[in-house]
C-alpha cells in the first residue's frame, strides 16, 4: 500500500483564506462592540449623570444614590411616568393585534388598492410631529360637542395608535408577502375557518414582523412628546411633556436620568435572565 | 376568538370614552411651566380648600396660546409672560379678574415691588385687570469671570461690548438666546430704540445689530450652562437662569466667592413677568381666585420663591428674604444674590416686550435665519 | 383566502382618510390663506405665503435637512446591514433577545440622549471631569458642526435600520449560503449577487423609517448644531408655533408631495409591486 500524500485544499484551486478569516473575524467582532457603544453612549452618559451628586452637568461633584430616592417623592414625575407606561403599553398592545390584521387585509388586495393603502400609511410618517399633533387636535376637537372631555387619555390613546400603527403594519406586510400563499389553501383545504387559519397558519409565520412592529411601536409612543402635548388635556402630561417642559424655566431634575437609568437597566436584567431561562429549555 | 376579542375591544374604548366623560369633583385646572411652582404650596392649597389641583405643563408662552386658543381643555389658571398676557386678552381669551376676591390685595398700598408696579403700568392698559404678577425679573449679560479682560469690558461697556467683538477679548464665545422674538428685542436695545417697534428700519437696524456678532451658540437653558462651565464666555439670559446656575453652585457646596461667573444688567434691557391668568372658558372661576388670592399671601409666596428661586413680585415676602440676618449658608446667600440683582431702584431696569403682529413676528423669524446663515 | 380578508382593511382606510387624508386637504387650503391658526376671522386669500419659499433662510434649511437625511441614511444602511447581518449569522439562540437590546436605548427620552451627547461633544463635560480625576485628558470640540449633527443622527436612528433588515434577513435559508459557495460563488460575490437581492426590501423599509424623521425632526439639529445650523423641522415648528399655519403647512405639503411623488413614480415603474413593498 503506498502512502498518499493528503491533499490540501490549495491543490484543489482554492486560495487559502484562513488567515484572513481570523482576522475577518476579529475585525468583526471590534466593529460591532464599536456599534453597540455607539448605541449605548448616550444612555451611559445618562448613567453617569444620575449618580453625580450636582445639577450641574459639566462637573461630576460626588457619587450619590439621592437622586433615585427622588423619584418617588416628585408627586408629578411619577404621575407623567405612570401616564406614560397606560398610554404606551395600551397604545402597542392595540396597534400590534389591529396592525397585524389590518396588514392581512392590506395583503389581500388587488394591486391598485394596495398601493393606495400603502400611500396613505405613510402620511402619518410623513408629516413633522408639530403638523400631525396640530391636525390631530384638530379633528379631535371636532368630537368635542358630544364628548366634550374626550381631550385627554382617549384622544392621547388615539393619537399613539395614529402613529404607531403604520410601524406595525411596515414591519408585518413584508413578511406577509413572503409568505407561501399555498400555505391558506392548504390550511383552507384542509378544513380550517378563516379565522382559524388566521391564528394558527398566519400570524406564526410572520411572527418576527409583528415583534419587530410591536417593539418599532412602543419606542414611538413612549417617547413622544409634540403629538401627545396637543392631543391630551384634562391633566393627562406624560413623561416626554414632564421633560421638556422642565427645561423652560429651571434646571432639569437628575431624577429623569435615574428614571431612565432604572428603566434601561430593568430592561436589560430581566431580559437576561429570561435568555438564560430559555436556554436551559431551547429544543435543537 | 375574533368576535370575542373585537367585542372585548368596543367594551374597553366604549368605558374608556365613559368614564372620561364624568366631570371630576371639586378640581382646579393649572396650565404652568415646568417645575415652576412648590409642591409643597400646591398641598397646603389643596388642604386648606379641599380641593384637587392638577397642574398641566408646557414649555413655552407659544404653547400655551395654542392650547388656550385651541380650547381643548378647560384651564382654570394659566401662567403667560407679558407679551402673551398681552396677545390672549386681545384674542379674547381671558376673564376679568375680581379683585374683590382677593383678600390679600391691599388696594390702597400696593403689596408688589416697584420693579412690578412700574412693568405693569408699562403694559398695555387694563393689564392689572386681567394678570395678577406671579414672578418677574430681568434680562442681562452672564459672563465668564475666568475669561481675562471680559468682566470689565462687559460691565464698563454693556451693550457695546456684546455686540462688538472689537470690545471683547479675542476668543470670547458669545451665546444669544435662541427665541427670535428676545434676540430682535436685544438688537433695538443694544441701539438705543424700543424693543416693540413694528417698522422695516427697527428690523434692517436689528439685523445689522445681529449680523455683527458671530454667535457661538444660539440656546435656550444651554446657554446658562454653558457660561458656568466655561464652554461659553458671554451670554444674553434670564437673571432667573443665571440664579439658576447660581443656586446649583451653592448646593454644590461652594460658596459665593468660588463662582466663575456672574451678570451685569445693562439699564436697557428685558424686563419680564410671568403672571395668572384666568381664560374665560375656565369652570372652577371662585377656586381660580382663591388660589391667586393665597399666592398673594407674602409668606406663600416666600415659600415658593425659595423652592423656585426667580424674583417674588411682594414687597413683603421681598423684605422677609434680604433682611435675613441668621446664619443659615444658603439663606444669607440667597438674600445676597437677591438684594444684589433685584435691588430697589429709583429709576426701574428694563422694558416689558410687547405683543407683535404675527406677519411681523414672520418677518423676525426670517431675519433671524438669515442672520444665521450668513454667518 | 383572500375573499376573507379583503374586507379586513377597509376600517382603517375611513380612519386613515379622516385622521390623515382630512387635514391634509386642510393643509393645502391653508396654504392659499393667510389666517391664525386654523379660525377663519380675518382669513384672506392670497399667494403670499410662497414668498417664505424665497427666503434665503429656509432654503438653506431645506438643504440642510435633506443633506442630513441622505447622508445619514446611507451611513446608517451600511452600518445597520452589517450588524442585521452578524445577528442573523450570529449562534445567538434567542435573536429577539439581542434585537430588544438593540432598541433598548430608544426608550430613554430622545432630548435627554441627545444632550448627553452634545455635553461630551464639548470641551467642559462630565467625561473630560471624570477621566481628569484619573489624570487622563482629553479634548473634543465638535458640538455645533455639522459632523455632530450627523452622527447624532446615525447613533439615534441605528436600530430602526437593523430591525427591518434583520426581519428580511431572516427568512433567508442558511444552506442557502452554502449551496452559493458549493456552485463556486466566493465570499464578497456570494454577498453581492445572493443575499442581498433577497433582503434589499429590509433596507427600503429601514430607509423609509431613517429618512422620513430625519427630514423633519428638528431637535438634533437645534441641540448639537448649537442652534446655528438650522433645519426645516425647525422652519416648521416655528411657523406653527407662531400661528402661523399657513407658511408651516406650505414646507409640510411640499415634504408630502416629493416623497409620496416619489412613490408614486417608483410604483408607476414597477408594474408588479417587486420593488417597494
Redesign the interface.
Known sequence: MMKYEKATLQDYGFKDYSQLKKIYSVLNKIMLTIVILMLYLSVIIIAIQSFNSSTDLSVFNKFTFKWYTEIFSNKMLTNAISNTFVVSIFATLLATILGTLIAIGINSLPQKKKQRMILLNNIPLLNADIVTGISLMFVFSLLMPIFPYIFGFPTLLMAHLFFTLPYVILSVLPKLKEMDPNIMDAATDLGVRPYRALTKVIVPAVKSGIFAGMLLAFTMSFDDFVISYFTTGNDFDNLSIWIYSSIGRKSLTPSVYAFSTLLTAFTLISLTIYNSFNKNKVKK | ??KY?LFL?FITLLT??VT????SQNKL?ILN????IS?EVVEMFEQEYDVRV???????N??F???I?????AYDLVVPSDYMVEKMYEKNLLQKIDYSKLTNYDKVLNPFMPGVIDIQSKMFTDSSNYAVPYFWGTFGLMYNKNKQGLKEAVTSKGWEAYFNPENLPSGTKVGMY?V?RFAYAAALLASDMSPNLETSESLNVAKSMLSRVK????????LK?GV????LDLAFVYT?DFL??LY??L???NTIEDINFDIYIPDQTIAFMDALVIPKKARNVEMAHAFINFMLRPEIAYMNASV???ATPLLNSYNQIVNYQGNDEWLSSWAYATKKYYPILDVAKGMPIANLE??F??KI??M???V???? | MNNAFKKMSTPYLVWLYILALFPVAIMFILIFMNNEGMSLDEASFTFSNFAALGEPGNIVAFINSFKFAIISTIVIIIIGYFVAYRVFRSKFNNKFFVLTILILPMWSNLLLRIEALGNIMEPNNILVDLLSKINIDLYINIKGTELAIIIGFVFTYLPFMILPIYTALEKIDPSLEEAALDLGIPGIKKFWKVIIPMSYKGIITGSILVFLPILSGFAIPKILGKGNIISLGEVIERSFMNMSYNIGSLFAIIILILILGSIIIINKIDKEGELLL
Open positions: 376568538m375574533k376579542r375591544l374608556v370614552l372620561s366623560g364624568c366631570s385646572l411651566w415646568g417645575e415652576y409642591e392638577s397642574i398641566s405643563l408646557a414649555d413655552s407659544e404653547l396660546y395654542s392650547k386658543k385651541a380650547g381643548t381643555t435662541d427670535p454667535f457661538a451658540e444660539w440656546g435656550t437653558d444651554t450652562k458656568a462651565n466655561g464652554n432667573g439658576d446656575m446649583v453652585k448646593d454644590d457646596g423656585i428661586g426667580y404675527r406677519d413676528l414672520t423669524n426670517n433671524v435665519n438669515n444665521k446663515v450668513n454667518n
